[in-house]
């Protein structure tokens, strides 16, 4: 019996989210991307935390920087998941609400590691399986073998994503549990639900390309007539040219800028699965983001999932 989203539904009921929330979902999202974008772009301005690979003796303070601000935004990028999840639950939220995850930075940080251990292994697995695969394809086009494996990476990709996407949420819901408890529960609980997911994501497709368009639209604007003007002279120092092709730090900001309208609605409805936590013998209600959830059991359908024969 396949199992099916009610994506309408699910996008109505995080609108609905959205207008109540307090403070506004636009205002809070506008302080989260300002506390992890801008300070990542900041940092890339700035040349703080760029070093050489593999570095070398003088880039210990950058690497050290480039480190802390990825640990640091994946504490946040928790900390918003969190104040998804409660915007849903209709419970109190708050600008606080942001840095909840660093009360447990430790399990957060052990559970991305672990992920990333586990997504590393899935990757030699399959990179193991699609080198000997192309091995035995290789009397296909180049052109067609090349979108196979692409097309190939980029499903393995989101199958091995999908696996994980429930743990942070049940690290919230029972920090008790430990790191990799939600982890190993997320991949049980993403049986038969990946499909789903994707369709969900998909279904924003096209709102993100139009984002990355209009960033693409600003960095050519600013690179295109400086690679124009080098081609047009009688000799071509390729050193130059890469030069030319260098972004100006105006043009990375404005690019990073332009993204902002669009990701202030786009953030919060962006569909983040969330287990439902309704267990045998529970009455807690599910808890589902702005834009809802995969439930994951035969109890939950509620009114976002329904099964059919």
Not at 61 to 76: K, Q, R
Not at 83 to 98: D, F, M, N, S
Not at 154 to 173: E, H, K, N, T, V
Not at 226 to 233: D, N, R, T
């Given at each position: 019996?396949?199992?099916?989203?009610?994506?309408?539904e699910?996008?109505?009921?995080?609108?609905?989210?959205?207008?109540?929330?307090?403070?506004?979902?636009?205002?809070?999202?506008?302080?989260?991307?300002?506390?992890?974008?801008?300070?990542?772009?900041?940092?890339?301005?700035?040349?703080?935390?760029?070093?050489?690979?593999?570095?070398?003796?003088?880039?210990t303070?950058?690497?050290?920087?480039?480190?802390?601000?990825?640990?640091?935004?994946?504490?946040?990028n928790?900390?918003?998941?969190?104040?998804?999840?409660?915007?849903?639950?209709?419970?109190?939220?708050?600008?606080?609400?942001?840095?909840?995850?660093?009360?447990?930075?430790?399990?957060?940080?052990?559970?991305?590691?672990?992920?990333?251990g586990?997504?590393?292994?899935?990757?030699?697995?399959?990179?193991?399986?699609?080198?000997?695969?192309?091995?035995l394809?290789?009397?296909?086009?180049?052109?067609?073998?090349?979108?196979?494996?692409?097309?190939?990476?980029?499903?393995?990709?989101?199958?091995?994503?999908?696996?994980?996407?429930?743990?942070?949420?049940?690290?919230?819901?029972?920090?008790?549990?430990g790191?990799?408890?939600?982890?190993?529960?997320?991949?049980?609980?993403?049986?038969?639900?990946?499909?789903?997911?994707?369709?969900?994501?998909?279904?924003?497709?096209?709102?993100?390309?139009?984002?990355?368009?209009?960033?693409?639209?600003?960095?050519?604007?600013?690179?295109?007539?400086?690679?124009?003007?080098?081609?047009?002279?009688?000799?071509?120092?390729?050193?130059?040219?890469?030069?030319?092709?260098?972004?100006?730090?105006?043009?990375?900001?404005?690019?990073?800028?332009?993204?902002?309208?669009?990701?202030l609605?786009?953030?919060?409805?962006?569909?983040?699965?969330?287990?439902?936590?309704?267990?045998?013998?529970?009455?807690?209600?599910?808890?589902?983001?702005?834009?809802?959830?995969?439930?994951?059991?035969?109890?939950?359908?509620?009114?976002?999932?329904?099964?059919?024969?």
């Open positions: 019996m396949p199992m099916e989203l009610n994506r309408r699910l996008k109505a009921q995080a609108r609905e989210r959205m207008r109540e929330t307090r403070p506004p979902f636009w205002l809070l999202t506008l302080v989260y991307l300002l506390l992890t974008t801008g300070v990542s772009t900041l940092a890339d301005l700035t040349g703080a935390a760029q070093f050489t690979f593999p570095p070398s003796s003088g880039d303070l950058p690497l050290f920087l480039y480190l802390l601000i990825l640990l640091y935004t994946t504490v946040m928790f900390g918003y998941q969190i104040w998804a999840l409660r915007v849903y639950r209709r419970q109190e939220t708050g600008y606080g609400t942001l840095i909840d995850g660093f009360s447990m930075a430790g399990r957060v940080l052990l559970m991305e590691l672990y992920i990333f586990c997504t590393l292994c899935w990757a030699l697995a399959f990179g193991t399986a699609g080198g000997l695969a192309l091995l394809l290789n009397w296909l086009p180049p052109v067609l073998l090349v979108l196979l494996i692409y097309g190939a990476g980029f499903g393995i990709a989101l199958w091995i994503s999908y696996r994980y996407a429930m743990a942070p949420f049940l690290l919230m819901d029972r920090p008790e549990a790191a990799i408890a939600p982890v190993r529960e997320s991949v049980a609980m993403m049986q038969g639900w990946k499909w789903e997911y994707f369709k969900l994501d998909f279904s924003f497709f096209g709102w993100y390309l139009l984002n990355f368009l209009l960033s693409l639209g600003v960095e050519l604007a600013f690179i295109l007539p400086a690679v124009l003007e080098l081609l047009q002279a009688a000799e071509v120092d390729p050193a130059l040219l890469v030069n030319g092709l260098e972004l100006p730090w105006t043009a990375a900001l404005l690019s990073t800028l332009i993204q902002v309208p669009l990701s609605w786009l953030d919060p409805m962006w569909p983040s699965p969330t287990p439902d936590s309704i267990r045998p013998g529970s009455s807690r209600p599910p808890p589902l983001p702005p834009c809802g959830t995969p439930p994951m059991t035969g109890r939950t359908m509620g009114r976002t999932c329904k099964r059919q024969i």
